[in-house]
């Protein structure tokens, strides 16, 4: 079974400070494609950026970027230039051959003035 | 660009009615996913069709039951509601063939229901 674990339930960041949300993930496949969705006060859920696992390269999608370590099933995000509009809950998340996202519990973000 | 739209955006019904929900998926996207979201919750995926016919299920209750129809909507047809389906239901899809692949599900605006 796949699961996805955000052990981070709150953050805050100064705006335009760097923050970073950790996500980990437990499964036995070998493809599989990870994400961050963003969910914003209006409860949208917007695609932040993602990861193929059988890319060595980290994504990357303006102020937006990850830290893919697959050995160690780590799939960490990182905004730049934090803005008030991130603020956010923001939910890890995991899909292999099944089709069927497995979401993290999420991360509260509060981008502070 | 076009993007999921999901009808109504809010609905209030009352325990043991029936409710359901229609999902519009982005054009020539042939999957579609629906989950549930409980207050404070992570979404739960519920089911998923491609090309109209079931293609994986989750928690969905028996008392859900889901199809996609020729042109690619779906419905969610929810009955004999309990206070406990209170919640936003999400409406994705996805193309099997198109850029993105069927890993990468966009998701429209929400159901909110108000059980009650």
């Known amino acids: 079974a796949q699961t996805v674990t955000q052990s981070q339930p709150e953050m805050s960041v100064q705006e335009a400070e760097t923050v970073t949300l950790s996500c980990t993930y437990d499964?036995?496949?070998?493809?599989?494609?990870l994400f961050w969705y963003k969910q914003p006060p209006s409860r949208q859920m917007i695609l932040v950026i993602r990861q193929e696992a059988y890319k060595q390269q980290n994504a990357t999608e303006n102020r937006f970027s990850v830290n893919f370590q697959k050995a160690a099933k780590s799939f960490s995000l990182k905004i730049s230039d934090s803005q008030l509009g991130d603020t956010a809950m923001y939910f890890c998340a995991f899909i292999s051959t099944g089709n069927q996202f497995y979401f993290g519990t999420g991360t509260s973000l509060t981008v502070i003035p | 660009a076009a993007g999921v739209i999901q009808s109504p955006r809010h609905l209030i019904k009352e325990k043991r009615e029936t409710a359901t929900l229609k999902c519009y998926p982005i054009p020539r996207h042939d999957t579609v996913y629906w989950y549930q979201q409980g207050p404070g919750q992570d979404p739960q995926f519920l089911i998923s069709?491609?090309?109209?016919?079931?293609?994986d299920k989750g928690s969905i209750p028996d008392r859900f039951s889901a199809q996609q129809f020729s042109d690619y909507h779906s419905e969610l047809n929810m009955s004999s509601l309990e206070l406990g389906d209170s919640a936003l239901y999400f409406c994705?899809?996805?193309?099997?063939?198109?850029?993105?692949?069927?890993?990468?599900?966009?998701f429209g605006p929400g159901t909110r229901l108000t059980v009650t």
């Open positions: 499964t036995s496949e070998n493809n599989y494609y």
């Open positions: 069709f491609y090309e109209k016919m079931q293609s």
């Open positions: 994705a899809s996805s193309s099997a063939v198109l850029a993105g692949g069927p890993y990468e599900q966009y």
